[in-house]
């Protein structure tokens, strides 16, 4: 992940597309373009914190 991110070299803009893409798990499925996927509890706490925390720039408004 580190890697990862100095490769990008925006660790604000990296936690921003996670947060979006992990709301897309629960979103896209119920608008029937991808398959249903459980989502761990640890995840979903995740992502609430760190929307909280502000990281919302990619996240869908009808998620």
Known sequence: MDDYVASIGD???VMNMLVGD???V???PAKGWAIE???P???TAAY???AEAG???RLLAEG
């Open 41 to 43: 509890a640890e995840v």
């Open 11 to 13: 660790t604000e803009r």
């Open 37 to 39: 996927q459980d989502v």
């Open 48 to 50: 609430q914190r760190l």
């Open 22 to 24: 992990t709301q897309r």
């Open 26 to 28: 629960w979103v896209y």
């Open 55 to 57: 990281f919302t720039r």
